[in-house]
């Protein structure tokens, strides 16, 4: 390396199995050492140069193998990353650099991969291990001792293991970190084990995977959630040209960093918990650390904060100090990971800016000794006085005992501390053979991992005879006992018989026991290759007799962890997508891709939420948790919105409290929940933990119970709303029944009638309107049906108002009277918002209101709840209204019910002769007021007025007329009124019609396309239902033609016997008149 920075690596992985069901696109490229994401939603590129750019997405084949072969010059197989990176490291171990090499990314990206690598797949650090004893091996220099020792630590919830210790029943102690002033800090008690060659080394990771893989299923912790920390201790002793003794050391740390999960993704957004994981808290600190290192590198005075974490501690050197440091930082490339991944590709960029000071660590090995005494004499002598400062008796006393163990292994020769090693080595080899010789030949079961580089690392022998498998046994084939400490697991769970080439297993008691996803409750027959759970996460495939085996078979990696929970959600029930309401098209749709994520998400959930379950009942919390899939249909106010969500309901079962959770919440809790169930093991159950931060708690709120949709469209030709609507909750189940009413109104919110009804919306445009929204009661609450103590409330939104309307909160009654009413004035209608009203419902949200005690349960009385109130719209939404647009864009956006709307008008086309006789009679009517107006203004100053008598002929053919016009008007009325009636009925008829069309577009977005079978079951139930669709649509509109053709015909027959009287009366008028006042009376009376 030709300067000190921090080498960054970026490296970007095929699809997972996840990535793939949501048909995800690739947003990542590369070109040379330039990465670009692009943003999947504005397009927005965001381009990064680092290092090295690793495309390993596509462009290899995997050969019989198992090793993936490059098809083309683009892709970077494991071996090109080593030649970049780890020979790099080893290059500058050999010059006697510290180096290290850690991986970053989300969980899942890749960053095992790369360092450890899968199967012949191996990552870089197997690779790094294997080069530098092949580099040893090639030393012929007699007078240089290459000496190789090595360490691997877990780090996990800040506390860090030593993986090559085996786990004390199933749990680790805990080191300490230290420091020492001249070398940094260190862990106290760390194993390390000298090796002479790469088997021995690769035999310590087996091991120290062995033992992390234990760990991960008795203490429930997720791999993916912890720190790994391999160390390679290499040492040069050789004499110089001086003739001294002298020694090149070189620390090669390698890194597996925990998933750097994003802050929306673990649920820490909207959570009260905020980053409450010790892991987030760490991985924060390094992110705090490299941004501190890259400011110092650009010249600023800022503190470094090493000590907020143990990682930092120990990547100190690594990133700050005497080091040689590559990252590597590992990516998705989906869309549907785009922000996780953009938030890497940043974290790596900032890393870029580190600057290190590495130096070379050569010097002679008297004075090394030498330093170590000064040193210890320097602790012993602030040890006796008491005089130390910012240290304990127990950090002194720490480095005392570490100097001294240092000043032993540089006394004690090479030789006999390889020996030492040697001889464990060989004790645990001669084990290995031992067992290993047993699964060639019995049975046994393997465990099966969520990371794949911890399953069937775990196995058990079952010989011939009955094994008890229970917690807290004792492990031994001899003694026919399996000791598991996994959740659920009782002290005495399971017989396993092995008898006559045949394998049962009987549950005692009632302990929980699946088999190939299904629960057992008698003794059943094991077959080869059966998966069997043990408890709630206890998970192993069983491997049958020899005689059953295939040489071919590969069941590590069919019968993986997803296989197994996918088996486990289909024996529940939730196997098939139709009955979750994830029926799918049967295409490769996005809306199909979509939903395959939700399922995925949704089975891959279920075994956290039995898993956190069974803690909650262990630590007797009484609260219970189940999985969800919200419908985000019942969301929306046009009923278009097909999403689906998935979500827990948590229920305390003790106040019959329920909370809703996001799934990405209910992760984050997760951990937190795993964090606290450690504690309480280690403590033997007495654990105390504040309300605030109890992650199975959290203040009671207002849970969502259901919507209903009120449709708008009979608004848009002034006739009311004036019914029951059901209310449905996420799932489509009845949560109560809601009487609502919507009525045009007038300036003093009294209800228009039916002559007020127009066959045009578009009359309204530019006028004035007055909407009366009236919610009288919701009957049948279930809310309330199942916990008294309850109460319900309702919210609704009105066009583009900036704030959403409520009613008042009702307690303890299932009947909830409302009594809500509130007047809306529009003070110009446009045709935004006459498209509001043609495309979109009042959508209705029913909220159910829980108290944590009697003091919270108060009645609000805001002018937005009382009865009777009218309010104008805020000022700013008049303005909104009044200076509305059309928008062509959003005319493809109208639903089903525009076009219904565009069919009425044809039918009022139809009937233009209707609407032809109504303008002539209005105008009549017009006419005929200002004479009635004439008439009265007139008998105001007539003392003969009020005498029929007195009135003069002319004067009473005026009355006459007048009499007449009103008769007119009567008419008028009644016809309008007929009408509206009429229209009345066939809206209501049209119903039927709109479920039948609804249901005939469910059914085409839910037949599946590949499937002959269905497609003709479809068809025929499609043929039936466009048969009933079309006698509804004749019998409607044969009724509205008939009735309003005899509305036409009553009013034509009126209108000519009217006429006839008229006339009549004007000719016996003129026989008693003059011919000069007969002309004027003429006039008057057209």
Known sequence: ?????????????????????????????????????????????????????????????????????????????????????????????????????????????????????????????????????????????????????????????????????????????????????????????????????????????????????????????????????????????????????????????????????????????????????????????????????????????????????????????????????????????????????????????????????????????????????????????????????????????????????????????????????????????????????????????????????????????????????????????????????????????????????????????????????????KATQLDHQDRVIFGTNSLFLYIGFPDDRSAAEDSKDKYNYHYFQAELAESQGFGDRGMLGLASTGDNSAHDALLRLVYHDFTSLLPSVAEVNEISQEMNRGVKFEALIKNLTSHDARGRDMTKEVSVRVTDTETNQIWIWSAEKFTNRRFLIKDLYQKFQESDGDTIVQQAADPFWDPVEDILLGTCHVWLMSLAYLMGVNDEFEVQNDQGKEEGVMTVKILPCDKKGRALGDDSMTLDPSELLGKRLDLLVIIKQCRGVQWIREESRRGVWCMFDFFDCPTPFKTKTVWYNTNAKFSFQKQFTIKTVTEEFLRYLQTNALLLQVWGAQASSDSDIQVDSTNEQTLGIRSNLSSSSLQSYSDASVSSSNDEDLMSGREFADDLRKQAILNRSLMKENERVKKVRKHHQSVDLSGRIRAGSDPNYGNPRNIHPRERSLSHNVESSNSQENTSTNVDGQIGKILKTFFHNMKPVQVTMKAVQDANEQVDLNDPEAMRMHILQQKEQLTNLNKQLTTSMTSLRSDLSLVIRTKRQSRSSTESADHKEQIRLGENTPSNQMQPQIAWGR
């Open 1 to 521: 390396m030709p300067d000190d920075s921090v080498k960054v690596a970026v490296r970007v992985r095929p699809f997972n199995q996840r990535e793939f069901a949501a048909n995800s696109k690739c947003v990542v490229s590369m070109e040379g050492n330039v990465t670009t994401i692009t943003n999947p939603n504005t397009g927005k590129e965001h381009t990064f140069a680092y290092d090295y750019s690793y495309w390993s997405h596509n462009g290899f084949q995997e050969n019989e193998d198992g090793l993936n072969v490059p098809t083309d010059d683009h892709y970077a197989d494991q071996r090109i990353v080593f030649n970049d990176l780890g020979r790099g490291v080893l290059d500058n171990a050999w010059q006697g650099y510290n180096a290290a090499l850690f991986a970053y990314g989300q969980t899942g990206a890749g960053k095992s991969y790369s360092m450890i690598g899968y199967g012949i797949n191996k990552g870089i650090v197997p690779i790094t291990c294997d080069e530098l004893f092949k580099a040893i091996d090639s030393n012929k220099d007699s007078t240089k001792q290459l000496q190789v020792s090595f360490s691997m630590l877990e780090i996990y919830n800040e506390q860090v293991r030593d993986l090559l210790v085996k786990p004390t029943k199933g749990t680790f102690h805990a080191l300490k970190v230290r420091q020492n002033p001249q070398t940094g800090f260190y862990v106290d008690g760390l194993k390390n084990v000298p090796v002479r060659d790469y088997k021995q080394i690769e035999h310590l990771m087996d091991q120290g995977t062995l033992n992390r893989t234990t760990a991960s299923t008795n203490m429930n912790a997720t791999s993916s959630r912890s720190h790994m920390v391999i160390t390679l201790k290499f040492k040069q002793m050789y004499i110089n040209e001086n003739g001294q003794n002298t020694t090149k050391s070189s620390e090669i740390n390698l890194v597996d960093l925990a998933g750097s999960e994003r802050a929306k993704a673990t649920g820490a957004t909207g959570d009260r918990l905020k980053e409450g994981s010790a892991i987030n808290q760490s991985l924060s600190m390094l992110g705090n650390v490299i941004s501190a290192l890259a400011d110092q590198s650009m010249g600023k005075n800022v503190r470094v904060p090493y000590r907020d974490s143990v990682l930092t501690k120990l990547l100190q050197n690594a990133l700050g100090g005497n080091s040689k440091t590559i990252m590597i930082a590992a990516l998705s490339p989906a869309d549907i990971n785009f922000e996780e991944t953009l938030s890497t590709l940043r974290y790596a960029d900032r890393a870029k800016k580190i600057q290190n000071k590495a130096v070379v660590n050569e010097s002679p090995t008297e004075r090394l000794i030498r330093e170590l005494r000064e040193e210890n004499a320097k602790l012993m002598k602030m040890l006796k006085s008491g005089g130390h400062v910012g240290s304990s008796d127990a950090d002194i006393e720490s480095l005392l005992k570490e100097n001294e163990r240092q000043m032993q292994e540089m006394n004690k020769t090479w030789e006999h501390r390889l020996q030492e090693a040697r001889e464990e080595w060989e004790k645990s080899q001669r084990l290995g053979q031992e067992e290993s010789s047993d699964y060639e030949h019995h049975p046994y079961i393997q465990n099966v991992n969520e990371d794949p580089h911890l399953s069937g690392i775990i196995k058990h022998v079952i010989l011939e005879g009955t094994t008890i498998v229970g917690k807290g046994l004792g492990d031994g084939k001899e003694t026919h006992r399996i000791d598991l400490a996994g959740l659920g697991i009782h002290p005495e769970h399971a017989y396993v018989t092995n008898s006559k080439n045949k394998m049962t297993v009987t549950a005692i008691g009632d302990s929980r026991i699946l088999i190939n996803g299904k629960f057992i409750t």
